[in-house]
């Protein structure tokens, strides 16, 4: 038998990737009943991850009203990208000149991947193939605290932003620049490899904040809340 906090972490990360796969959607109100008994097990490790998610920003709940899946507004997706700056940028200072030929290889196998997704929308398998990419990239630094904080920026950002239909020439840009910093990362220059990634960070920064609303709760959440 499954220890509680076992069953517990299990529906923390089951959930997560619900969200991951939009069967959990921002807005939506988070019945732990119907959780419970899609996950096959009882409700209290599910209130239990529940309320591990809200303390990670993941969830929210009101009083009387349960949990949902609050929309990323547009101050706090401001702030993630300013934290995506400071942290993913001067990392790469020391990645560049330690990286080894087999981190590289695996690095051109996730923006493979990435490139891969052809769908004309962003769609959220393609932007977390785009967050593995950079996580991996963080990962080569050997800083594990960044590592961390960076996962919870993504988790924050991805899991609760709802992709919009993106143009091709969003999509063809994206892959420029990926592109642009494998070159300069695989050519050993520091500089330019922090000057494309910042480069990159404020336009992924532009595409997501123009797509969001610029203030208050999305009238849908509110209403999905009432159901």
């Not at 732990?32 to 809200?54: D, F």
């Not at 940028?89 to 991947?113: F, K, M, R, W, Y």
């Amino acid at each position: 038998m499954k220890k509680p906090e076992s069953r517990s972490d299990e529906a923390y990360q089951q959930i997560k990737l619900m969200l991951l796969r939009d069967q959990l959607q921002p807005g939506q109100k988070l019945r732990y009943q119907e959780i419970a008994k899609g996950l096959g097990m009882s409700q209290t490790p599910v209130m239990l991850a529940l309320v591990r998610l809200e303390n990670d920003g993941l969830v929210r709940s009101r009083p009387n009203r349960g949990y949902y899946v609050p929309e990323i507004d547009l101050e706090e997706a401001k702030e993630l990208y300013d934290i995506r700056l400071m942290v993913e940028v001067p990392l790469l200072g020391n990645t560049v000149e330690t990286i080894s030929d087999q981190q590289i290889a695996e690095l051109e196998e996730l923006l493979e991947s990435h490139a891969a997704v052809r769908e004309g929308s962003y769609s959220r398998e393609r932007i977390w193939r785009d967050a593995r990419f950079h996580l991996a990239l963080a990962a080569c630094s050997g800083h594990r605290v960044a590592l961390n904080i960076l996962r919870r920026v993504f988790d924050l950002l991805y899991l609760r932003y709802r992709p919009p239909l993106a143009t091709t020439q969003r999509i063809h840009t994206t892959e420029r620049e990926h592109r642009e910093f494998f070159e300069a990362l695989t050519s050993r220059e520091p500089e330019r490899c922090m000057a494309v990634m910042r480069d990159h960070i404020e336009h992924g920064r532009q595409f997501i904040l123009e797509s969001l609303p610029s203030r208050g709760e999305p009238q849908e959440a509110l209403h999905l809340l009432d159901e």
